[in-house]
């Protein structure tokens, strides 16, 4: 079995000077009158943080500040037909020594940084709740992983990755929390290795269909006399207003990631912009502190596989699936799934097409909250996940000797 190597980030002094020197030669384009948000991020926002990421922003105290807060480490998972990737992960326990296990999985534009808010909730220990020994994994090809060098790295291999991960550290069986593509990836982890390993899963990205009359009869019905809720509405709203005016970087992402790599990698504001539009408009009105946007953009900056790496996975996912099924491809999982519905989600389904996908054991509902649910709402997010797996909760005592509680 691979050995585990402990982990601290430690960017060379040469980068931090090729990231200034290409902030100073930085040329920004022109805007239109009273553009505002109309056709993308800002220019005053973008030349803002520009200034700050060039001048103000302390890259060795956030780096510090990181090192500090979470426990990382790496070691290498070999994954079938791609050799050893060298995967970096956080892996803190609960002092509860039945604590439960939990996989946590980013998406994009995310990564291990997601986790960082939840850590500490979720490894609490408190007789009210249950605590978790907690994982979160950089994703091959994100944060400081070792990214794919063949191409087919999909969502079994992703999935792969995250279950090795889990049984290295001696976690013969777990639970996962993910969004984003930590929903796609968690959803095919609970298909291939439900029920032996992984024996419950939860997401922030609930994504269903219709229920067909064959398959769900009785919520197919359901759903012709039963009206959509206000909230399922507003909903609906949004979802087609993403498709219709915020997926543009799924289209190039997932047919042409080469060509938009160089930009972002060679281009710090371009990858900046690329990534601060989609941290504004996909939050619900999150406060973001300029320092924490140039953290997360940082992470990116500084990855070991460079920026490129990250946007390939949809490329690889949508030419390994029906596209008109790609966070649903393959059975629906058995094991139980518990689902947090928050209203500024980019898809943001009825409740009942959620249900007819899976084996839906609890649902939280939020009138606030947006896409990066453990950036955004930690305590909601962790409060849905120990009302799950807690005492008296749907999903208590799934892993064998672990009930979260000293």
């Given amino acids: 079995m691979a050995q585990e190597s402990t982990f601290e980030i430690a960017i060379p002094d040469k980068s931090l000077e090729n990231l200034r020197a290409k902030l100073e030669l930085t040329t920004f384009p022109d805007e239109l009158e009273d553009a505002g948000w109309k056709y993308g991020a800002p220019l005053a926002d973008i030349k803002r943080l520009v200034g700050r990421w060039k001048d103000g922003y302390d890259w060795r105290k956030h780096e510090k500040a990181l090192n500090d807060e979470l426990p990382m480490y790496t070691r290498d998972i070999e994954v079938e037909n791609h050799g050893a990737l060298n995967i970096h992960y ?58 794919p060098r063949k191409q087919n790295f999909a969502g079994s291999q992703y999935a792969e990755v995250g279950n090795k991960l889990m049984l290295a550290l001696g976690y013969n069986e777990y639970v996962t929390q993910g969004g984003d593509w930590g929903y796609m990836i968690t959803r095919k982890i609970a298909n291939l290795y439900g029920g032996k390993h992984s024996k419950a899963w939860h997401t922030n990205l609930p994504v269903g269909q219709p229920p067909q ?70 939050t619900d009105e999150y406060k973001w502190d300029d320092d924490e946007v140039l953290t997360w953009i940082s992470i990116y900056w500084f990855s070991r596989a460079g920026p490129a790496a990250s946007v390939r996975i949809y490329f690889e996912v949508m030419h390994n699936n029906d596209r008109s099924k790609v966070m649903l491809s393959g059975p629906a999982p058995t094991i139980p799934m518990g689902v947090s519905h928050f209203p500024k989600e980019l898809v943001a389904l009825p409740r009942a097409w959620i249900r007819s996908t899976g084996n839906l054991v609890y649902e939280g509902e939020h009138d606030s909250g947006g896409h990066f649910a453990a950036h955004e709402k930690p305590h909601e997010l962790v409060g849905d996940v120990r009302k799950m797996f807690g005492k008296g909760g749907p999903a208590f005592g799934v892993v064998s000797g672990k009930t979260g509680y000293a």
């Fill in 90 to 147: 956080v892996h803190k326990k609960s002092e509860v020594v039945d604590a439960i296990p939990l996989l946590f999985v980013h998406g994009w534009p995310g990564s291990f940084l997601e986790v960082r808010k939840i850590l500490p909730l979720l490894t609490e220990v408190s007789p009210e709740h249950p605590s978790f020994h907690v994982v979160a994994m950089s994703l091959p090809g994100y944060g400081f992983s070792e990214g």
């Fill in 213 to 282: 009359l064959l398959s769900s009869p009785l919520s197919f019905l359901a759903m012709l006399v039963k009206p959509f809720t206000s909230a399922e509405k507003a909903g609906i709203e949004r979802t087609m207003l993403f498709r219709q005016k915020g997926s543009g970087y799924f289209e190039e992402q997932s047919t042409q990631p080469q060509t938009l790599g160089y930009g972002l990698s060679d281009s710090p504001v371009g990858l900046l912009a690329w990534i601060y539009e989609k941290l504004v408009n996909w």
